[in-house]
């Protein structure tokens, strides 16, 4: 059984989120990192074990983020509560918040929407 609660279990899935932020596949991600795609799924469902400092260092830098934004417990925190509460809209309400946050990609990243 996974521990939701665990250390492991929190960095693979602010790995996990921060892999979907970039839209990048575990294959992508893998190759990244130089490690398997399985061991990708293994450390972001939290069953790999605990990851050196290289590791982390590495996956942190092929993710564009810092050590300490993978170890962010509140990062996960923040992400599953927004996803809850976007789940419990309604799928026309879901498509105006999609529509919502890809114009304001839009203006970010002038004009450019990268779905």
């Known amino acids: 059984m996974i521990n939701v609660h665990s250390e492991e279990y929190i960095l693979g899935q602010n790995i996990r989120n921060c892999r979907m932020k970039k839209k990048w596949t575990q294959k992508q991600l893998a190759i990244a990192v130089d490690v398997d795609r399985a061991d990708i ?15 982390l260092k590495n ?3 092929a993710l ?3 050590i300490d934004d993978l170890l962010d417990k509140e990062n996960l925190k923040r992400g ?4 809850k509460k976007y789940d419990q809209l309604n799928p026309v309400h879901q498509n105006i918040i999609n529509e919502t946050i890809d114009a304001y990609l839009c203006k970010e990243n002038k004009g450019t929407i990268i779905s």
């Open 59 to 61: 996956f942190a830098e």
């Open 41 to 55: 799924s293994r450390y972001e469902n939290g069953t790999k074990g605990a990851m050196n400092f290289k590791k």
């Open 80 to 83: 599953a509560s927004i996803q």
């Open 64 to 66: 564009d983020v810092t």
